[in-house]
């Protein structure tokens, strides 16, 4: 059965491994969520994914709509994480969750681009080692 928390471990919050994840990570699309990520070695994390999620200033004045929207992207996540993990097969991974859209879009649509984001990891991955070091 799966495991459906979201705990402490699982939230990225060092700010090193931030800036990392924007000068040495990937990121790619899946409408409404950008995916940021970095291949992490086993040693500097004890959750298989940390995960960090945000929302724009700039479209949502209110911090009561920003808040709205990471709640909706956590709980998405935190629901299919599973899918998530046995796909990565115990690699660790920091990730970050940007949301995109310019309107507030319903839990649906947003928990639909958070099994986009899953659904395209695999070809994510593998661009990613194959790219010459």
Known sequence: ???????RQ???KS???LSRLF??????VA???RVAWLELPASETFAPVQVVVSAPKRHFKTAVARNLLKR????????????????LAGRRVALMLMYLGKEELP?????????KMIR?????SAEKQNEPS
């Open 1 to 7: 059965m799966p495991d459906f928390s979201f705990t």
């Open 10 to 12: 699982e939230r990225l």
């Open 15 to 17: 700010r090193t491994l």
């Open 23 to 28: 000068k040495e990570g990937h990121s790619f």
């Open 31 to 33: 409408y409404p969520i």
């Open 72 to 87: 909706r992207i956590r709980e998405a996540y935190r629901l299919h994480k599973h899918e998530l993990y046995e796909k």
């Open 107 to 115: 839990f649906a649509e947003i928990e639909a681009g958070v099994l």
């Open 120 to 124: 395209k990891w695999p070809e994510q």
